[in-house]
């Protein structure tokens, strides 16, 4: 199947900085991607959709202006974490559909931001 | 999209199926039934997925009854690295070919046992 890699897997961080974690579709292109965030023993929550070469579309009740999505480019869309607190300390998570291919979707490994 | 319901956990014993069911009994014509998993700390992963005909693939086969009412994921021989929290989702096709976003549910949490 499709191959989606997310940079960094890992990130501590101090209260009050921002964080950026990258989400590229290796083997294929993806106009549309998704991130989610997931706490501990708690499901996927869906945080916004991202679209190539537009705006992202949030989810109720998550901020767009803390959570700064940019998909520049067919194969990598960008979360950035803006003024993190230790709440969003979390499991963020990617995914993206292959453009013209199946219905599934694939998702990348996760990223686990701890913020101190 | 519909929602789904399914148990919070199943054992399995190792080289034995696991049956995994889902009710989505407010299913539209138009729905698809996915199914993924998600071993712990890692990402999901994609398993198979069907609209109204039993599926089979690699990795497992999907049951959908008539009425579509309900779906059965079953895992023909199960290996202690099938150990993850299995998550039944159905999502609509979006026109134009478009990608509709996935909403997660609980989820059931398959424990195979040796």
């Known amino acids: 199947g499709a191959v989606v890699s997310q940079h960094p897997s890992r990130v501590i961080c101090k209260s009050g900085t921002s964080v950026k974690i990258e989400c590229r579709s290796l083997?294929?292109?993806?106009?549309?991607m998704f991130w989610y965030r997931q706490f501990p023993k708690k499901s996927l929550m869906l945080m916004a959709t991202?679209?190539?070469?537009?705006?992202?579309?949030?989810e109720q009740g998550v901020e767009k202006d803390k959570f700064l999505i940019n998909h520049a480019s067919l194969t990598l869309s960008t979360l950035t974490v803006t003024s993190a607190h230790p709440e969003d300390s979390s499991f963020y998570i990617c995914?993206?559909?292959?453009?013209?291919?199946?219905?599934?979707?694939?998702f990348g490994p996760g990223t686990r931001l701890t913020v101190t | 999209d519909a929602k789904t319901t399914q148990p919070t956990s199943m054992d399995c014993a190792e080289g034995r199926a696991a049956n995994l069911p889902c009710n989505h009994s407010?299913?539209?014509?138009?729905?698809?039934v996915y199914w993924y998993r998600q071993i712990h700390s890692q990402g999901p992963q994609y398993i198979i997925h069907?609209?109204?005909n039993n599926e089979t693939n690699e990795m497992a086969s999907l049951i959908i009854t008539e009425d579509r009412k309900s779906s059965t994921l079953i895992l023909p021989h199960a290996t202690l690295r099938d150990t993850a929290v299995y998550y039944c989702?159905?999502?609509?096709?979006?026109?134009?070919?478009?990608?509709?976003?996935?909403?997660f549910g609980t989820g059931t949490l398959l424990a195979v046992q040796p």
């Open positions: 083997d294929f292109q993806a106009t549309t």
């Open positions: 069907g609209l109204k």
């Open positions: 407010t299913i539209s014509g138009n729905e698809y």
């Open positions: 989702i159905v999502r609509a096709p979006l026109p134009g070919g478009a990608t509709n976003k996935l909403i």
């Open positions: 991202s679209n190539e070469g537009s705006k992202a579309t949030y």
């Open positions: 995914s993206a559909r292959e453009w013209g291919g199946p219905y599934e979707q694939y």
